[in-house]
């Protein structure tokens, strides 16, 4: 059985950090490209960065680009997103997403073949 287990979330203040873990049972990321989404309250999932670790790829949604960073370990399976100088817009429940089959990075949503359950992430003074 595959699974993928986020954690890490919590609650932070405004310009505070946080780092994500998603670790994976029963694939190997190597193999798969990983998305981060995030979801907020009332609004829908959103793909923020993904990571293609084999080929050292990465991609960014503007507006997380030069504050998050997805990284991966392979040894320990697990991809991670690093977020700095973090705002309340960035509040949300957090998930991570594996897809090997798609057409270019990052893949479209229902090119995912698994998905975690979510963290969450809050940001509030």
């Known amino acids: 059985e595959v699974q993928l287990v986020e954690s890490g979330g919590g609650l932070v203040k405004p310009g505070g950090s946080l780092r994500l873990s998603c670790s994976a049972s029963?694939?190997?990321?190597?193999?798969?490209?990983i998305t981060w989404f995030r979801q907020p309250p009332g609004m829908q999932r959103e793909g923020i960065t993904c990571?293609?670790?084999?080929?050292?790829?990465?991609y960014y949604r503007d507006s997380v680009k030069g504050r998050f960073t997805i990284s991966s370990d392979t040894a320990k399976n697990t991809i991670y997103l690093q977020m700095n100088d973090l705002k309340p817009e960035d509040s949300a429940v957090y998930y991570c997403?594996?897809?090997?089959?798609?057409?270019?990075?990052?893949?479209?949503?229902?090119?995912?073949?698994?998905w975690g359950q979510g963290t969450q992430v809050t940001v509030s003074s």
């Open positions: 990571i293609k670790s084999s080929e050292g790829v990465t």
């Open positions: 029963g694939i190997t990321f190597d193999d798969y490209a």
């Open positions: 997403a594996a897809a090997s089959h798609y057409v270019r990075l990052c893949p479209k949503n229902d090119e995912y073949e698994y």
